[in-house]
Structure formats: C-alpha cells, structure tokens
C-alpha cells in the first residue's frame, strides 16, 4: 500500500525564524513524484514545492525547500524566514508515474502551522 | 491563465436531498480528478478522468454517487440521496499530460448535511 506520514499535527514558529515539517512515504514504486500544498483556511489547496523522484538534487522555490532522502524516503519541507501568511494546513502527498498518465495523489493527514507575530 | 473553477462554494441540505457540484478544470487540461476531504484528513480520490473516460472510480460509491465529464472538458459529481457522513469538502483538481504530475485544485465545494 502507498502511505504518507505526517508525524506532526501541529506546529508553530515565530515570525521570521525557520521551520521544518517531516514527511515519510512508503511506496515499491521507482518513478514518483513529490509534493508539498499548502491549504489556508479559505481551503483551496495550493501548491508549495515539487520534487521528481529520479532528482537528487532538493528543490527550492524561494523561501521553501525540500530534504529529500530517497533511500529513507524522507521528504521534510523546510521554510525559512516564516510569514504570517504561511499560516495554514502543509498536506505532503506523492503521485506515481503511471503508463499513458497521471494517477491519484496519495496525501498525509497534514500538518497545521501557526506563524505567531 | 484561469483556475481550476468550482461552483456552488458552499451547500446545506438536508439529508436524503440530491445535490450537484459543478468543475470547470484548467484549460486544455485532460485529466480531472474529484477528492473528498473530510474534517482534519488529507483530500481522498473519489474518481479520477482522462479526457470523457472514467479511469479509475473505485473508491466512488457508486449506489449514491454519480459523476460525468460528457465532453472531456467540465465535470459534474452528484449524491442523491446525500447521508449525514458525505458532509465533507469536495475538491476538484485538473492536470496535463506533460510529465510534471502536477495537480491543480480549485477552491472546493463545502457540503453540510442536516
């Protein structure tokens, strides 16, 4: 079975400092795509950060980047110099590369991050 | 470039009614996806499309739920009759056949059965 692990249901940060949420996966499967969303209360779910599986370079989009460790299949999303506005669900989520397309997103339980001012 | 777009944003109805959700997905995106979202959970696939085909709706109940996608393009989902347990929020999501997997999602409807 494909699974996603959020062990942290909740954290905070205070604004300006760094953060890091855990992620763990389990699958069998070798081409896999990963996902950070972000889902602020107005809960439409927003796309954070992507990592192909088949990379072993982590990505970055700006203020969020990724520790991806495919042999422990980690993928924790750290972001630095915390916002208020980065108060919301972070959902980590992987997808399978299928033959002639996509399949369905398998998400954690999520993670609820409070940035205090 | 327009979103993913859902309608109506929020329904209360009492149980035993039908009820419809309405996705218009990102243009020139093929595959479309409906998730449910239950309070405090990660969003659940209920049917996935490619284009007008279903391919894959196993986790759809399917003695109460129904969906289309007549032409490949917007997308309807339906509970008739709707229980106390489909109070939830029903996400839309569209991707395109580039290689990104990346999926795009609109902003929800949220269904409150009484």
């Known amino acids: 079975a494909q699974t996603v692990t959020q062990s942290q249901p909740e954290m905070s940060v205070q604004e300006a400092e760094t953060v890091t949420l855990s992620c763990t996966y389990d699958?069998?499967?070798?081409?896999?795509?990963l996902f950070w969303y972000k889902q602020p209360p107005s809960r439409q779910m927003i796309l954070v950060i992507r990592?192909?599986?088949?990379?072993?370079q982590n990505a970055t989009e700006n203020r969020f980047s990724v520790n991806f460790q495919k042999a422990a299949k980690s993928f924790s999303l750290k972001i630095s110099d915390s916002q208020l506005g980065d108060t919301a669900m972070y959902f980590c989520?992987?997808?399978?590369?299928?033959?002639?397309?996509?399949?369905?997103?398998?998400f954690g339980k999520g993670t609820k991050l409070t940035v205090n001012p | 470039e327009a979103g993913v777009v859902q309608s109506p944003r929020y329904k209360i109805i009492e149980k035993k009614q039908p009820v419809a959700f309405w996705c218009n997905p990102i243009?020139?995106?093929?595959?479309l996806y409906w998730y449910r979202q239950n309070l405090g959970q990660g969003p659940e696939l209920l049917i996935r499309?490619?284009?007008?085909?279903?391919?894959?709706d196993s986790q759809l109940p399917k003695d109460r739920f129904s969906a289309e996608r007549l032409k490949g393009v917007d997308s309807t989902l339906k509970i008739q009759p709707a229980e106390l347990g489909d109070s939830a929020v029903y996400l839309c999501?569209?991707?395109?056949?580039?290689?990104?997997?990346?999926?795009?999602f609109g902003p929800g409807t949220r269904l409150l059965v009484l």
């Open positions: 990592q192909e599986a088949y990379k072993q």
């Open positions: 999501a569209s991707s395109s056949w580039t290689g990104q997997e990346t999926q795009y």
């Open positions: 243009s020139g995106h093929n595959t």
């Open positions: 499309y490619e284009n007008e085909e279903a391919v894959d």
């Open positions: 699958t069998s499967e070798s081409n896999y795509y």
């Open positions: 989520a992987f997808i399978v590369r299928a033959q002639g397309g996509s399949e369905k997103l398998v």
